[in-house]
DNA sequence: TGAACATATGAACACTTATTCATTTGTTGA
DNA sequence: TCAACAAATGAATAAGTGTTCATATGTTCA
């Protein structure tokens, strides 16, 4: 009975793991989501989500300082989830493409059913 | 000057905030993503995604204690992302609806663009 | 009932993370 | 060039989080 039940396993797990993505992009998958994981960050998407903005005005709608807006910038930045132009003094956010726009409406539903 | 750019703030935030999604919704988003943003509870889901599976094989599989498993699952059940049976002494888990699976698999769109 | 097993849970610890404060970098206009 | 402003950054701190260890709960079978 052990014996036939560890077989049955090992064949369970290898058919698992075929299927399982990389280990390296689950990693990059959670990494992913932790970005959207903080209220800060997805308020600051949603708010580029009706065009861009520069940073002071980010700060002010989100109600929190410059520094940690700038912080979280630079989060999305490195995520590649934001880009930016330069005018003058003033740095002008947006969002980088689509895909952070399908993915926050993907969780929305989740949310909203 | 700066009065005309006060007001026209005033107007782009009052835009923008009508179109923001309210406070409890940003916050619930973001809690949502909170919990796909861990490794070791996006391989769990991915598991599942092949059909049910008790904590002990989830454990297996993914290389780590049962206690964290189940820590874990505890976790995805809090936030209905997993059901679960009982059968005997053993417990099976299984993704609680299709909601996951897009969700996650919208985010891989995004890793592996 | 009690031993054996599967799972769940609480507390503790190490680690990560978001904000704040102080400062720096970069840009404009006088 | 220098004062004024916008944004970025580094260090420090406080809060949150995942794992481990020990233990409790729940179930089966002898």
Same mark, same amino acid.
């Given at each position: 009975?052990?014996?036939?039940? %560890?077989?049955?396993?090992? %064949? %369970?797990?290898? @058919?698992?793991?075929? $299927? +399982? ?5 689950? /990693? ?5 989501? $932790? &970005? ?5 960050? @997805? $308020?600051?998407?949603? &708010? +580029? ?8 005005h980010?700060?002010?709608? +989100?109600? !929190?300082?410059?520094?940690? !807006? ?6 999305? $930045? ?5 880009k ?7 740095? /002008? /956010? ?5 895909? @952070?726009?399908? &993915? &926050? ?7 909203t059913?």
């Amino acid at each position: 009975m052990e014996k036939e039940t %560890d077989a049955m396993h090992g %064949d %369970d797990f290898a @058919v698992v793991r075929e $299927k +399982l993505p990389d280990e390296e992009v689950l /990693y990059d998958l959670a990494e992913l989501y $932790k &970005i959207f994981g903080d209220t800060t960050r @997805v $308020k600051l998407l949603c &708010i +580029l989500f009706e065009g861009e903005m520069c940073v002071q005005h980010l700060a002010e709608l +989100l109600q !929190v300082s410059q520094s940690a !807006v700038s912080h979280q910038l630079r989060i999305l $930045k490195g995520a590649r989830l934001v880009k930016y132009r330069r005018d003058g003094k003033t740095v /002008y /956010y947006a969002l980088a493409d689509d895909h @952070v726009r399908e &993915i &926050i409406e993907c969780g929305m539903e989740h949310i909203t059913e």
